[in-house]
Structure formats: C-alpha cells, structure tokens
C-alpha cells in the first residue's frame, strides 16, 4: 500500500519514532497558549524551514493537504466578521504549524517504525484479550479489504453500465453490500480453517493435543 | 458470533471507511474545495451494522492506521497532521458517534430494522459527531459556538443523505443476509 512516508537520510529520519511523538506533543503544548501573532507566525516559519529536511518532494506533497487551507480561509473570515482578526490570524499560523510539524513526522517516519514506537502503548491492551498479533492481522486485512472493496464498486458498476447504459448509483448499493460482506464470511471461514486468529501454534502451547502431528 | 469471525468483520468496516474515501461517491467541490465525503456513511453503518463496542472498534481501528500515516482519509490524505487540524473534534466523535449509533440500534430491537437504523445513524452519525466535532472547531479555530455551528451546516445536507443509505443499507443486508447485521444477532 501507498504511504506517505518520504525516504530519506536526514537527522529527523534517523530520531528514534518515540522521540519525535513525545517532541510533537511537547511542542504543541508549548504553541497552544500562544497569543501573539508574531509568535505564531515565526513557529511557523521555523515549522516550513524545518521541513527542508524532506526536500523539495517534501513541499511538493505539503500542498496536498490544500483542503485545510480552505477551511483556514474560512475561519480567517470568521474571525473578520466577528471583529476578533488578532486571534483568528493566530489561530492560523497556530493550526498550521501544528499541521506542518505532525505532517513532517509523518513523512519521516516509516509506518512499521510508528506501529513499533507504539508497541508499549498498545501493550497494555493483551489483558483485554487484544494481542499485538490479532492487531498486526487486523491491519494487513484493513489494507487488503480497502482494494477489494474499491475494486468490486468499479465491477458492479461496469456491469450495470454494459446491461443499461447507465450509472447504477445508489441502487448497486445493495447487492455491493450484500457481496461484500459475503465475502467478509468467507474470509472468516479461511482464518477459521487455517487455525483462526491465534494460529494452531497458539493451540500447541495451551496442549490441547489436536495439533496435525497427532494424526 | 466467533472473535476471529468479529476481528474480520471488524477490519471489513474499517476498509470500508477508507474505500468510501477513495472512491467518489459523493464528493462534491462544495465550498472552494472541502470535500462531502462519504466516509461518515462508513461510520454511520460500522455502529448500526457491528453493535456499538465493535463499531467503534473498527473505526478506532481506521483512525489507527490514518494517525501511523496511512493515506486513507478522503483526497489521500493521512497521518498525524490530521488530528492538529481544524477538523480533529470531528475524527474523535467519529468512533462515539458509532457506539451511540451501535447502542441505539440494539435499543430499538422491536422496531424495523430500516427505523432504527435511520434512527441511530442520524443520532449517532450526526448528533453525536457534531457534538464533538463542533467544541473542536472551537477550540482548534478559536471560533465562538456560533460561528463553528454555521460553519458545519455545509455538511448537513449530505450527511442525512448518508443516513437515508445507512437506513436503506441496512435493511437489505438484514433481508439479504441477516447474519450479518451482527447488531441484531
């Protein structure tokens, strides 16, 4: 699957995950009472110069995230009509530089090394019966169902436009749903068979004796 | 109901956030360029579908993954910049508005399924969403109640859209195959 993570050598891609999450907490603490334009303006400004680290592809796919700027315009807007223009253009500059640095960390850290940053956090959650192993399977499957999904809409559709020339819309939504959670059951029947979530490993160890070697 | 049959289903809805916001089903150029997505309509149907711990888990589940950089949220976007933006109060009112949405639909077990559904969405989907997602505006965009309630109203529209489809959705999946309503199960 596609990410959003940019390769690279430099000193934020080297940083340990862990460190770079607790400095963007950290520095979001520090910005959030922030009340001076000029403040927030040269977080910012430092923000984007720090981002040179990911190179000129690094700006490049900040401006993807454009919709946020709409909405920052809006707010500006806001804030004008509402006579408080001081806050709203630090709430601005403060936002954005919020976006630009978890943004960065983003795209310096590799998602295998976030989920390994987050192994402690995550941890906790096997007393409650959630192993990091029905996590990892719960992934893998998020990122294997999202292409499937996509793909079966773009089946069902062609095949109503080949039968009736038109755009099926909302009414293929029906049988989508009913084929793909047809198709979830199924997948659930393959993990059952192949032993389930845990494995037949897990089975060997609990020593219920029905591991294939008995046969 | 098996817990690896649940962990599939689990990860099922979560994709189904993430392919709705892939794939435009209504994504309207609305307002200089905010995007309608249709993603709420998977947060709207992970709740009525799953019942309200495993909804919610599913789209905690999403948001996991959106916050580890994956690019899933609509227009590709992903990682944790998402969650300082503007629209952060939204993304955290998503997995409660599933498990009101989930509540709500085993709450109402006497009623048809296509009430009730329509029902929890609208409340768990909109209500509980907005509730979120409004105190965040203000607080991330400095913006009176006001304002931030103006602002969302945009959104309004397509959203009962959305639950008009979970309704609909969730009647032919409990004609067509009931076993997977698991909220009713």
């Known amino acids: 699957m596609i990410s959003t993570y940019i390769s690279g050598d430099s000193w934020l891609h080297r940083l340990p995950a862990g460190w770079k999450l607790i400095g963007l907490c950290i520095f979001t603490m520090v910005l959030f009472p922030v009340e001076s334009p000029a403040i927030a303006a040269s977080g910012f400004l430092a923000a984007l110069a720090l981002f040179t680290v990911v190179g000129r592809e690094g700006y490049r796919r900040l401006l993807a995230l454009r919709s946020v700027l709409y909405l920052l315009v809006f707010l500006l807007i806001f804030h004008v009509l509402a006579g408080t223009l001081t806050s709203g253009i630090v709430a601005v500059f403060r936002l954005m530089t919020m976006v630009v640095l978890a943004t960065l960390v983003t795209f310096t850290t590799r998602m295998e090394d976030m989920l390994d940053a987050l192994n402690p956090v995550l941890t906790p959650l096997n007393f409650i019966g959630i192993s990091s192993r029905r996590i990892a399977l719960a992934i893998a499957l998020v990122i294997r169902f999202t292409p499937f999904l996509i793909a079966l809409a773009d089946e069902l559709g062609s095949a109503f436009k080949a039968r009736t020339g038109k755009r099926g819309g909302v009414r293929l939504t029906a049988p989508f749903a009913v084929l793909a959670l047809r198709t979830a059951d199924h997948v659930s029947d393959a993990l059952a068979a192949r032993g389930g979530a845990d494995g037949f490993d897990n089975i060997d160890e609990v020593g219920e004796g029905n591991t294939p070697n008995d046969q | ?185």
């Open chain 2, 1 to 185: 109901m098996t817990n690896d049959r649940m962990l599939v289903y689990v990860s099922f809805y979560a994709a189904l956030i993430a392919a709705l916001g892939l794939f435009p089903l209504f994504n309207i150029p609305f307002l200089g360029g905010v995007p309608i997505t249709a993603q709420t309509l998977g947060v709207m149907l992970a709740g009525v579908m799953l019942g309200p711990v495993r909804g919610a888990v599913a789209v905690v589940l999403f948001l996991f993954l959106v916050a580890i950089g994956a690019p899933l949220l609509a227009g590709g976007r992903g990682g944790l910049g998402i969650f300082a933006g503007p629209s952060a109060g939204f993304l955290i009112g998503w997995p409660v508005g599933a498990f009101i949405a989930g509540g709500l639909m085993r709450q109402m077990k006497e009623r048809s399924v296509i009430v009730s559904a329509g029902v929890s969405a609208a409340i768990g989907g909109i209500g509980v969403v907005y509730l979120f997602g409004i105190p965040g505006l203000m607080l991330l965009a400095d913006l009176s109640f006001g304002q931030a309630a103006f602002g969302s109203l945009v959104y309004i529209p397509g959203d009962l859209i959305k639950v008009a489809l979970t309704a609909v959705i969730a009647q032919s999946v409990a004609r067509g195959l009931p076993s997977a309503l698991v909220s009713r199960v």
